[in-house]
């Protein structure tokens, strides 16, 4: 077996170990999400998070890429980190914004204070000063407009040379986005928020970024799901870090 193929159930169940006090459920949503959700290793392959930085987690959860960036600081201090990928975001930080008081019990539960997690709203809360900003399937839930105020807020937090990884619905995809848009409906209601809008497509993502002064990157990040998902990766020049431009203050129509 590779050591990359090694190392990476290795590092899920180092990931999951931290929720088993936190109960069967948070054990077992972690461990499914972690094995099947391909953006987790991706994010460590690519080295999307580098070491030391400080992460902001918008729509954190439960706590899942906390739990995994300290597992993966253990693999690689304990020299199982495979050589063909990024380096091990060893060291880094971690803020989580979650909405749900049960998520955020649950994140603190099982990591205590390896990480920072707040309970509120994205559209509200303070965002702290950060090198990469994490927004995995949470935009859906909010309108255009608060989506928009959001990536600006977001935008202004990073530091020089920040990324902001951001995973989105396709809204051209289809039945496939059809499937991902009813979920965020369901979820919606479960959890009293607002009806999502109508979603954007990956090319009106991409140029949204764009206009705020992100270098942009995508990819399908759906393997495995009956979603359409894009992964984005914006990167943010340093003579642009933490400014706000007229760009930022506008939203899409």
């Given at each position: 077996m590779?050591?990359?193929?090694a190392?990476?159930?290795?590092l899920?169940e180092?990931?999951?170990?931290?929720?088993?006090?936190?109960?069967?459920?948070?054990?077992?949503?972690?461990r499914?999400?972690?094995?099947?959700?391909?953006?987790?290793?991706?994010?460590l392959?690519h080295?999307?998070?580098?070491?030391?930085?400080?992460?902001?987690?918008?729509g954190?959860?439960q706590g899942?890429?906390?739990?995994?960036?300290?597992a993966?600081g253990?693999?690689?201090?304990?020299?199982?980190?495979?050589?063909?990928?990024?380096?091990?975001p060893?060291?880094?930080?971690v803020?989580?914004?979650?909405?749900?008081?049960r998520?955020?019990a649950?994140?603190?539960?099982?990591?205590g204070?390896?990480?920072?997690?707040?309970?509120g709203?994205?559209?509200?809360?303070?965002?702290?000063?950060?090198?990469?900003?994490?927004?995995?399937?949470?935009?859906?839930?909010?309108?255009?407009?608060?989506?928009?105020?959001?990536?600006?807020?977001?935008?202004?937090?990073?530091?020089?040379?920040?990324?902001?990884?951001?995973?989105?619905?396709?809204?051209?995809?289809?039945?496939?986005?059809a499937?991902?848009?009813?979920?965020?409906?369901?979820?919606?209601?479960?959890?009293g928020?607002?009806?999502p809008?109508?979603?954007?497509?990956?090319?009106?993502?991409?140029a949204?970024?764009?206009?705020?002064?992100?270098?942009?990157?995508?990819?399908?990040?759906?393997?495995?799901?009956?979603?359409?998902?894009v992964?984005?990766?914006?990167?943010?020049?340093?003579?642009?870090?933490?400014?706000?431009?007229?760009?930022?203050?506008t939203?899409?129509?």
């Open positions: 590779s050591a990359a193929a190392t990476w159930p290795a899920v180092r990931a999951c170990l931290p929720y088993r006090p936190a109960g069967r459920f948070a054990l077992h949503f972690a499914g999400k972690l094995r099947h959700d391909p953006v987790f290793r991706h994010l392959v080295g999307l998070i580098a070491p030391h930085d400080r992460v902001l987690d918008i954190c959860g899942l890429l906390a739990s995994l960036l300290g993966a253990g693999e690689a201090s304990g020299g199982r980190w495979p050589a063909d990928w990024a380096a091990a060893s060291g880094a930080r803020t989580g914004i979650d909405l749900s008081p998520e955020v649950r994140a603190r539960q099982a990591l204070e390896s990480a920072d997690f707040v309970c709203d994205m559209r509200s809360t303070a965002f702290p000063a950060a090198d990469a900003v994490v927004i995995l399937d949470a935009l859906h839930y909010i309108g255009r407009a608060e989506q928009d105020a959001v990536l600006a807020r977001a935008r202004a937090a990073l530091a020089s040379g920040g990324r902001l990884v951001l995973r989105v619905g396709d809204a051209t995809a289809g039945r496939r986005f499937a991902s848009h009813w979920v965020d409906r369901v979820v919606s209601r479960v959890r928020l607002t009806r809008g109508r979603g954007r497509s990956a090319d009106e993502w991409r949204r970024l764009a206009g705020l002064g992100f270098g942009v990157a995508s990819l399908p990040m759906s393997k495995g799901t009956p979603f359409a998902n992964l984005l990766v914006g990167t943010l020049a340093p003579a642009l870090a933490g400014a706000t431009p007229a760009a930022a203050e939203t899409c129509a």
